[in-house]
């Protein structure tokens, strides 16, 4: 197995962005991770090439210097050589949530009976399942299931494509789902190919209700948003404009010290809340329009 080395730094999030793209020459792959909710965030850039600290050092100053900012201390470390294979399996063992059964390509067994098998592997995108907020949004997916079949369902934010291919399956509806990261759109679309659900959800890229496929496709009667608590307030009147009038949100993303925040923001546009699901810290919210 080949030596892989991570260059670690700690910044605030307005210099996440350009100390990244100081050391993307030099790495493979970055990613960076909010240490606290509104702190600091630690970022990690992994070589296959021991890197030369002199050059980080000059390449970190060198975006510092553009863009005022303090340049950070940095680490650079060899990692343990991994079998990545089963580290993933270790990492991310077969599920089940609600009727849901989200399992990896590394999966040999069969799904439970009556269950609804979901194919993915941890990935570049967000929602893999794990994360109280995708659990949240899958139940609720699911229990919505149990009453009725939404004809025309969206997902805003779909990072991995979890929750559209959650409910292409569970409704057999055709779905539309968006992200803005261009990296989330390839995974989820090549999720939909592996789960041979291509032909049920379009992935799109683009921020919020922008795309003219959802202006074109509204009114939706479900609309799930598994993003943060800021967007979800700041995107609440555009969704209420693409939402029919008996329909059904579901919002995730949230700690549980902001959702009066984002209750509030959504009430304002006449939705009521309807169930509230609170996992370890996180918030999953169903909301409806406000009965006559």
Sequence with gaps: MAQEYKITLIVKQAAVQPFADALDEMAVAIAAFEIVPGGDWRVEAYAI?????????????????????????????????????????????????????????????????????????????????????????????????????PKKPLDVGCGSGILALAMAKRYRRK????????????????????????????????????????????????IVANILARPLCQLSKDLKRHLSKDGTVILSGLLENQETMVLAAHRRQGLRLVNRQRRKGWSTLTLAARRA
């Design 49 to 149: 090439e021991e890197p030369d600290a002199v050059i980080v050092e000059t390449a970190l100053k060198a975006a510092g210097d553009a863009h005022g900012l303090t340049v950070p201390k940095f680490e650079i470390e060899a990692l343990p050589q991994t079998d990545w294979l089963a580290e993933n399996r270790r990492a991310f063992p077969a599920q089940t949530i609600g009727r849901f059964f989200i399992h990896g390509s590394h999966f040999e067994g069969l799904a439970p009976s009556g269950s609804i098998p979901l194919l993915l592997d941890a990935a570049t995108a967000f929602g893999s399942g794990e994360h109280e907020t995708t659990r949240g949004c899958l139940i609720a997916i699911d229990r919505i299931g149990k009453v009725r079949r």
């Design 175 to 222: 779905v539309i789902a968006s992200d803005l990261d261009r990296e989330s759109v390839r995974v989820a679309r090549e999720n939909m190919r592996l789960n041979r659900e291509a032909g049920w959800v379009r992935v799109e890229q683009g921020a919020g209700y922008r795309l003219p496929i959802i202006g074109r496709n509204k009114p939706f009667d479900l």
